[in-house]
């Protein structure tokens, strides 16, 4: 079945980039029909929906965090990636990637996540 | 944008039912019906229990149900078991927004 694992750095200094990579694996990422999006999840907080790219690269971004964010995809390594930039210590989070398979936030497959910790 | 609302905890002893709320506005959860919840045990990654406001997905027991009315929605867990403590979270369309709910603790008693 599909599955997505996300992969990156877990530390990150303050105003730097953070940069991670999800592939995906048992199933095409350009099979169509899908939104790969990333969600970040602040310690011990609730979830906050950062993104989605469509495998054609057309990409929608959470209003709040757009002019930081970009997200990615390479089919032809089954990847999608988030970049985000000026990072600060509140962008340390639990960060997963996940399948939306309706364009309407209905997220039906995740990723494990990855703890990415800015600090100096 | 603000989170959806959600109670902190809720609980219920073995076999009983629990509901939980989420409340939002007339932009989000009450103008589509594009509600999801999510279930989230420690450590884990979340888990898709319902989606469209109240439609399971494959593998989600029955005893998970989601209405709404109104702005707020809610999900129903009947014959409550040990495996249902876990963190719950809403989730709803909201045109250029996303929203989250802030997260119910369940514990099962």
């Known amino acids: 079945q599909v599955q997505l694992q996300e992969s990156g750095p877990g530390l990150v200094k303050p105003s730097q980039t953070l940069s991670l990579t999800c592939t995906v694996s048992?199933?095409?990422?350009?099979?169509?029909?899908?939104?790969w999006s990333w969600i970040r999840q602040h310690p011990g907080k609730g979830l906050e929906w950062i993104g989605y790219i469509y495998y054609s690269g057309s990409t929608y971004y959470n209003p709040s965090l757009k002019s930081r964010v970009t997200i990615s995809v390479d089919t032809s390594k089954n990847q999608f990636s988030l970049k985000l930039s000026s990072v600060t210590a509140a962008d340390t989070a639990v960060y997963y990637c996940a399948r939306d398979g309706s364009g309407n936030r209905i997220f039906d497959l995740w990723g494990r996540g990855t703890l990415v910790t800015v600090s100096s | 944008q603000s989170a959806l609302t959600q109670p902190r905890s809720v609980s219920g002893s073995p076999g009983q039912s629990v509901t939980i709320s989420c409340t939002g506005t007339s932009s989000d959860v009450g103008g589509y019906n594009y509600v999801s919840w999510y279930q989230q045990h420690p450590g884990k990654a979340p888990k898709l229990m319902i989606y469209?406001?109240?439609k399971r997905p494959s593998g989600v027991p029955d005893r998970f149900s989601g209405s709404k009315s109104g702005n707020t929605a809610s999900l129903t867990i009947s014959g409550l078991q040990a495996e249902d403590e876990a963190d719950y979270y809403c989730c709803s369309y909201a045109g250029s927004y996303t929203l989250f709910g802030g997260g119910t603790k369940l514990t099962v008693l």
């Open positions: 469209d406001v109240s």
């Open positions: 048992g199933g095409s990422i350009s099979s169509g029909g899908y939104y």
